[in-house]
Nanobody, 123 residues
Framework: QVQLVESGGGLVQPGGSLRLSCAAS????????MGWYRQTPGKQRGLVAR???????NYADSVKGRFTISRDNAKNTVYLQMNSLKPEDTAVYYC?????????????????WGQGTQVTVSS
């Protein structure tokens, strides 16, 4: 069974930095795109950044120049380095990946989400 497990959230002052990690565990799977989304109460979950297995990235306009997404394909892990954090970055951050699982009946793609990690930017 495949899981996405996140770590690295917390409380930070404005202007500070945090690094989020998300590791995929399990067996017989492959991942192309991995991404980070965030959600605040009463709002829809929105894309923060995503990265392909080849290293192509895209970012939400609100985080460009401040956040950097990266990944270690050998470890099936994606990272989000967040710098110059602002109070409006406060949200629950979720890792996401469409994952192809190989079973005896063939290959099946499922959309996986991590459990979410709280990031709070406040003085």
């Amino acid at each position: 069974q495949v899981q996405l497990v996140e770590s690295g959230g917390g409380l930070v002052q404005p202007g500070g930095s945090l690094r989020l990690s998300c590791a995929a565990s399990g067996s017989n799977f492959r991942i192309n795109v991995m991404g980070w989304y965030r959600q605040t109460p009463g709002k829809q979950r929105g894309l923060v950044a995503r990265i392909t297995s080849g290293g192509q990235t895209n970012y939400a306009d609100s985080v460009k120049g401040r956040f950097t997404i990266s990944r270690d394909n050998a470890k099936n892990t994606v990272y989000l380095q967040m710098n110059s954090l602002k109070p409006e970055d406060t949200a629950v951050y979720y890792c996401n990946a469409p994952i192809t699982v190989v079973t005896g009946t063939g290959e099946h793609e499922y959309d996986y989400w991590g459990q979410g990690t709280q990031v709070t930017v406040s003085s």
